[in-house]
């Protein structure tokens, strides 16, 4: 059974022609898939569309088997996909970086001491233990760019979406950011612009031109 199938979908910004022209994708468990495509083609709104962020004008989203209308449905859907903005200024919103990764684990019911060593195993799976107390709108771009990560982690998540996820990362942490990757089993659907970070971590995938997605 796919995670996730986008089918038909087709949405238009108000006052603007269609972005998306009926865009299908499957997401298969295992798979890591990228989605690429030139700049302001539609890339983010496709993925703001199958955690229900933005609501398509046709198609339908189907997510572990269901398809995804209300935003009950959909509630659901971003326990399950753990999506990691384009800006993390836009993902991250507490004072402090441990405070940020254990929102999440605190929201779907852990207590603070279970929160807490949830913050701490990942911080320290991601050799990010340094940034714990620090005051996260003080953090490097790519520092931010990595903790949002372990956000979503934090959540258990069983598929990752990730747009454009190595902006602001300087070579050093690009590098971190791949062997984090290349650990984890969670399936992937990725957006970015870097082709060597596209071919190591999700080199097939599908393109997106005209409102339509192909499979490269």
């Known amino acids: 059974m796919p995670l996730?199938?986008?089918?038909?979908?087709s949405f238009a910004y108000p006052g603007h022609g269609l972005v998306l022209d009926g865009a299908s994708l499957v997401l298969e468990p295992g798979e890591r898939l990228s989605v690429t495509g030139p700049n302001g083609v539609g890339k983010s709104t496709l993925f703001k569309i199958a955690?229900?962020?933005l609501r398509p004008s046709g198609g339908e989203v189907v997510a572990f088997g269901d398809p995804r209308q209300t935003e009950d449905d959909f509630?659901?859907?971003r326990r399950r996909i753990g999506y990691v903005f384009q800006d993390p200024d836009d993902q991250l919103f507490s004072p402090t970086v441990a405070e940020d990764i254990a929102f999440?684990?605190?929201?779907?019911g852990?207590?603070?001491d279970e929160a807490i060593a949830i913050v701490d195993d990942i911080l320290s799976r991601l050799n990010?233990?340094?940034?714990r107390d620090r005051i996260t709108h003080r953090l490097s771009g790519g520092e931010k760019r990595l903790v949002t990560l372990a956000c979503v982690l934090a959540m258990e998540p069983e598929v990752l979406m990730l747009d454009e996820p190595?902006?602001?990362?300087?070579?050093?942490?690009?590098a971190r950011l791949v062997a984090i990757l290349d650990t984890l089993p969670q399936s992937i659907l990725l957006v970015s612009h870097d082709p060597l970070f596209r071919d190591r971590i999700a080199p097939q995938g599908y393109h997106l031109q005209g409102?339509?997605?192909t499979r490269r």
């Open 4 to 9: 996730l199938e986008l089918r038909d979908i």
């Open 51 to 53: 955690v229900g962020l």
């Open 75 to 77: 509630t659901e859907v």
């Open 104 to 108: 999440g684990p605190l929201n779907l």
């Open 110 to 112: 852990k207590s603070r």
């Open 128 to 131: 990010l233990t340094h940034l």
């Open 166 to 174: 190595t902006n602001a990362l300087d070579p050093e942490n690009e």
């Open 211 to 213: 409102g339509k997605l």
